[in-house]
């Protein structure tokens, strides 16, 4: 028996859908904007539960976001993604947001516990500054913000009509007991990386400007693609990572973090990262 609610508005149950014979609870994410949400407080009695966990997605222009991608271009079986509750689908095209990653696990809880569940924000593309690269491009109150849960911020500039900027970095999913902290996460699923430019004049899938982010992780994320090709030296586990809870946000000279990427590639290209235990 579980009871719940959302931690900012204790009079709301959010956008929870219920199936009473296989006494499954489905937690939606609850907010109207992207980034800035509240996490469900659920109160679980004693018995055995499972976890399944999905990250969100990385910001891509409409229809670009993409099931599991391998490094050769092939995806991940759908039927598998689609076994396990998945909802993306493979997309062999150009400049893709990375899906969210996914995770299950089975506990026995033996004493009446809070837990709190943070539902990943998808990350978005857009870009609305006629800049080129200047110091102040970089600053938060310029950025497009990533999703909900720690989500990295992209770059939000364009230098010349039709390059069209980059998508911020999907949220993760994450469950915690006790305490509504980073330190209390019990289990964790990725966020997808964000894409860049929309491919108005681009053809060739796995080709020169392919710019596409990974996929999130359960334990492990993917990279990311620079023309085509996955890059995996900075990739994140349960480990290590960038930061410890939140993705990579664009930058204009690089990362001094030895995780993190150290130059932009394309001028504008420049995406978030996804979220995740490390990130």
């Avoid at 690269?133 to 010349?160: E, H, L, R, T």
Wanted: aromatic residues 12%; negative net charge; proline residues 3%.
């Amino acid at each position: 028996m579980i009871s719940y609610y959302l931690e900012n508005n204790p009079s709301s149950k959010g956008k929870v859908s219920i199936d009473e014979v296989t006494q499954t609870y489905k937690f939606d994410y609850p907010c109207e904007s992207y980034s800035d949400c509240t996490e469900y407080v659920i109160h679980l009695s004693p018995g055995l539960y499972k976890f399944e966990l999905f990250g969100a997605s990385g910001g891509a222009c409409t229809n670009r976001t993409s099931l599991f991608m391998n490094s050769d271009g092939n995806c991940t079986h759908r039927e598998a993604a689609f076994l396990y509750g998945g909802n993306a689908v493979c997309r062999q095209i150009v400049n893709r947001g990375g899906a969210g990653g996914y995770i299950s696990g089975i506990i026995k809880i033996l004493h009446k516990i809070t837990a709190f569940a943070t539902i990943g924000g998808k990350g978005i593309h857009t870009c609305t500054r006629a800049s080129a690269n200047q110091d102040s491009d970089y600053y938060p109150s310029n950025m497009v913000k990533g999703g909900y849960g720690g989500g990295g911020w992209a770059a939000n500039w364009y230098w010349q009509p039709g390059n069209n900027g980059a998508g911020s970095g999907g949220g993760q999913t994450a469950v915690m007991f006790l305490q509504n902290d980073l330190w209390h996460r019990v289990i964790v699923s990725g966020g997808g990386g964000g894409s860049d430019n929309c491919p108005a004049h681009q053809t060739e899938f796995m080709g020169a400007d392919d710019g596409s982010g990974g996929a999130g992780g359960g334990f492990t994320a993917q990279g990311f693609w620079i023309n085509g090709e996955l890059k995996s030296s900075h990739v994140a586990n349960s480990t290590y990572g960038f930061s410890f809870g939140s993705g990579e946000s664009a930058q204009k000279d690089g990362s001094k973090n030895q995780w993190g990427v150290k130059r932009g590639e394309m001028e504008s290209d420049r995406p978030g990262s996804g979220s995740g235990w490390f990130a």
